[in-house]
């Protein structure tokens, strides 16, 4: 079973920046194509942005935070992150990567918090 640890959350003032890490155990991490999704309060789980499995090509992002998020991968290091700049208050959640269709165990996430 694939076990994913996000970190790198926090609390920030709107207009901060944020780099959110997930730690994947898994062999093959290289093989797949991976995702961010978050959980604001209230409301379903949503798709954040996407990264092929070699990290090459065009991520996806959702309208919301395309321009100011960037989402990477390190394959040596079984490692995806998502850089998060310009934050905006609309943008607290609770932040979690997955493969890139939701298809692994979640893990626990990472909270990011953002002040006006």
Do not use: H
């Not at 997930?22 to 798709?47: D, H, L, Q, V």
């Not at 310009?86 to 990567?97: F, H, I, N, R």
């Amino acid at each position: 079973q694939v076990q994913l640890v996000e970190s790198g959350g926090g609390l920030v003032q709107a207009g901060g920046s944020l780099r959110l890490s997930c730690a994947a155990s898994i062999r093959t991490f290289s093989m797949y194509a991976m995702g961010w999704f978050r959980r604001a309060p209230g409301k379903e789980r949503e798709f954040v942005a996407s990264i092929s499995s070699t990290g090459g090509g065009t991520p996806a992002y959702a309208d919301s935070v395309k321009g100011r998020f960037t989402i990477s991968r390190d394959n040596v290091k079984n490692t995806l992150y998502l850089q998060m700049n310009s934050l905006k208050p609309e943008d607290t959640a609770v932040y979690y990567c997955n493969e890139r269709l939701g298809r692994w165990s979640w893990g626990q996430g990472t909270q990011v918090t953002v002040s006006s």
